[in-house]
């Protein structure tokens, strides 16, 4: 009876060990594709508080009136080409900015920041 008992007792921890496994798998995937990969290390490695610095930053907030309607009339994949035209910063001259942050979406509204 005892032999029954730790065994049913083993296969409950290794499916429990199993499950904890896969959450914190699908967590990190989470966190992939919300944060930048350099955050996400970060946070990885214990880092708490995550604070850089920067001397050039650009913030852009839009609401787009009608992107819900015109979002379901097109392809995914022109969609993606469209926000990424939307959003890519062309600036004159040689310097190119570096995208630091990612595209969120709430709703209709969209945050992109870059350096």
């Known amino acids: 009876m005892y032999s029954h008992a730790a065994d049913f007792e083993s296969r409950q921890i290794e499916r429990q060990s199993g499950e904890m496994v896969e ?8 966190l992939k594709n919300l944060l930048p990969s350099n955050i996400v290390d970060q946070i990885n490695q214990g880092r708490g508080l995550i604070a850089d610095y920067f001397d050039d930053v650009t913030v852009l907030f839009t609401d787009m009136k009608g992107f819900t309607a015109f979002s379901s009339t097109i392809t995914p994949q022109r969609l993606v080409e469209f926000l990424n035209e939307m959003y890519v910063c062309r600036q004159p001259g040689p ?16 945050i992109r920041t870059s350096q």
């Open 23 to 30: 959450a914190q798998h699908a967590s990190r995937m989470l």
């Open 95 to 110: 310097r190119n900015p570096t995208v630091l942050g990612v595209q969120e979406t709430v709703s209709r509204s969209r």
